[in-house]
């Protein structure tokens, strides 16, 4: 098996990009997921809100490849207002649990500028390992 492209079934297309790249030795690169829906729609404005979409996006993506969120290996979380993640920690925990249960991965959290979309407050990549 080359490169995988993983696609979870009813996600508007990726334009430029591919969501999952899932490689022959079973690891799978998670595309920076931000909080909009499989319709490429924000629902949410809230910092709360889109990370549990961003969230509920990756773990799509790995249960499309064939993993769970105990397989995710590293997340990278990029955040446009640092305080708006700081002062929501309880919250921020409280949905991480929610989405991904009790597995903590190694993390990264980078402070930017902006995004792409303007609407996104947060976008979050991922790594994850799936068991043959």
Sequence with gaps: ???????PDGWA???????GILNEKGTLYVGGQ???????????HDFIGQM??????????VETAGGTAADITRLTWYVTDKQD?????????????????RNFPA????????LIEDEALLEIEATAEISA
């Design 13 to 19: 297309p990726a334009k430029g990009y591919a969501n």
């Design 85 to 101: 993640y700081l002062s929501h920690q309880r919250e921020v925990g409280e949905t991480y649990r929610k989405v991904l249960g």
């Design 1 to 7: 098996m080359k490169n995988k492209v993983i696609q």
């Design 34 to 44: 931000i909080g909009w829906t499989a319709q490429q729609v924000f629902e949410k």
């Design 52 to 61: 549990q979409q961003a969230l509920e996006n990756i773990l799509a993506v």
């Design 107 to 114: 993390m990264t959290m980078v402070v930017v500028a902006g």
